[in-house]
């Protein structure tokens, strides 16, 4: 196959590459430049790639190419996408590549009323974005045409494993023509990712880009198995006092709970430079949290997963993970954070039993081994009080399971059985 360099070198057409040209794509990502010739060969595809690097161009423009013009009422793609969010961003997407065709699309998704999204099915559709539980619900209304979807898209297959919705694509499944192509796009290749394909797709072509290393490299990583919060708080302590260069430090959690634990600790025992953001700090508060921190007038910012997404710092000398990320690629955006612009950061991550097994994939996602490093001797290691233990052993079982769906578990075992 000849190498690959512009979009030219696609067999697109006119109106493809001038949506193209407008959409300002100069170069295909590297993701793109992989599968594209391969879907467009036939293939079932499992694409692998950090989120970001621009997966949803990477099936559309194959698939725009395929459909070329609208064509009967019935959709003859299907996308399946996680969530509303995701389902409209790709269908505005579809509307930016598909600019100068005839091509039909629309996106339906739970959290909003089903009138317009039928109005919009009963004019005649040639590509369908859905969230899988909505489209099984228009689907039981009889309002969805499945005959004629010969393409199928899992977007976000890592995600759509995390949230659960394994028994409504099964489903869905049911309902589509056997004979298809299938392309799976995924920014892991979680195990859960690969027995997603082995039962949806027929002799798939993997696809993968890995992270540039670069985003890693610059930046020293340190990881302590620590067993329990309370002990992750006493280390944190010793951290935040003894290593004098952290002075632009963010700290991460998972829940607004430890959030605020974790901030009003610092505040108490470290230093009251310290703010919190959290989903439930109003917008206000949050930006001036922010600013206070980008402007150096603040030492230290506690915040959650959810909300520090898309909050660009730079600068920051010290990331710590008092939590490891559920979501692996926030570990990569996080550590991306720190060593910016040629200064040297350091990310701490704090791994108890259950993390573990998070950690884990981090590591087969970064590619490398997150050194390890001992709790120093003068951290008081706490007991695991009873209600946390019993707390991870369900988060535990709970991992087991997702791994294993025949996994009985070690706390649910007698629930189980009396069933
Ligand atoms: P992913 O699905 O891998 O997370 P997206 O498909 O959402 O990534 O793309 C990320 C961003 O990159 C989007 O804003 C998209 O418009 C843009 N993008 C995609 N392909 C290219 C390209 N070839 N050149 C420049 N920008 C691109
Ligand atoms: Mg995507």
């Known amino acids: 196959m000849p190498e690959i360099t512009t979009f030219n070198d696609f067999s697109l057409n006119k109106q493809i590459l001038n949506a193209i040209a407008e959409s300002g794509y100069v170069e295909p990502t590297p993701i793109q430049k992989k599968s594209i ?39 003859r793609a299907l996308i399946l996408a996680p969530t509303r969010e995701l389902a409209i961003q790709i269908d505005e ?28 099915l009963s004019t005649g559709i040639d590509i369908l974005v859905a969230t899988p539980g909505r489209f099984i619900d228009l689907y039981l209304e009889g309002v969805i045409g499945t005959k004629q979807i010969k393409n199928l898209v899992l977007d976000e297959a890592d995600k759509m494993m995390d949230m659960g919705f394994m028994p409504q694509i099964r489903r869905i499944l049911e309902v589509v023509p056997r004979k298809r192509q299938n392309l799976l796009f995924s920014a892991t290749m979680a195990a859960r990712v690969m027995k997603l394909s082995e039962e949806f797709l027929e002799f798939p072509m993997t696809v993968e880009v890995t992270p540039q290393a670069t985003t890693v490299d610059a930046i020293e990583q340190w990881r302590y198995d620590v067993p329990n919060f ?48 959290h989903g439930n700090k109003d917008q206000n508060s949050r930006l001036n949290a922010i600013n206070d921190f980008k402007s150096g007038g ?61 950690i884990r994939e981090i590591e087969k996602l970064i590619r490398m081994e997150i050194p ?16 946390e233990a019993q707390m ?4 535990i079982d709970v991992i087991k399971r997702r791994i294993d769906p025949d996994y009985q578990g070690a706390f649910h075992e007698k629930k189980q059985k009396r069933r």
Not at 309 to 319: A, L, N, Q
Not at 323 to 347: M, N, Q, W
């Open 37 to 75: 010739p391969l879907i467009q060969a036939g293939h079932d595809i499992i694409g692998v790639a950090q989120t970001g690097t621009g997966k949803t161009a990477a099936y559309l423009l194959p698939l725009l190419m395929k459909l070329k013009y609208h064509q009967g009422d019935d959709p």
């Open 392 to 395: 991870m052993a369900r988060e």
């Open 230 to 277: 309370k002990t992750k708080i006493n280390l944190l302590e010793y951290l935040m006092r003894k290593e004098k260069e952290l002075n632009r430090v963010i700290i991460f959690s998972k829940t607004k709970a430890n959030a605020n634990n974790i901030y009003k600790f610092i505040n108490r025992k470290v230093t009251k430079s310290v703010r919190v953001i």
């Open 372 to 387: 390890k490093r001992k709790i120093p001797k003068h951290v008081q290691v706490e007991e695991t009080p009873f209600e």
């Open 93 to 120: 997407e579809i509307k930016t590549l598909g600019n100068y065709t005839d091509l039909r699309h629309c996106a339906i998704y739970g959290g909003s009323g089903t009138k317009l999204q039928k109005e919009n």
């Open 298 to 358: 603040v030492r230290v910012l506690v915040s959650t997963d959810v909300v520090a997404r898309g909050i660009d710092v730079t600068e920051v000398s010290h990331v710590i993970n008092f939590d490891v990320p559920i979501i692996y690629e926030d570990y990569v955006h996080r550590v991306g954070r720190t060593g910016r612009a040629k200064l040297s950061g350091v990310a701490i991550t704090m791994v108890n039993e259950v993390e573990v097994n998070h």
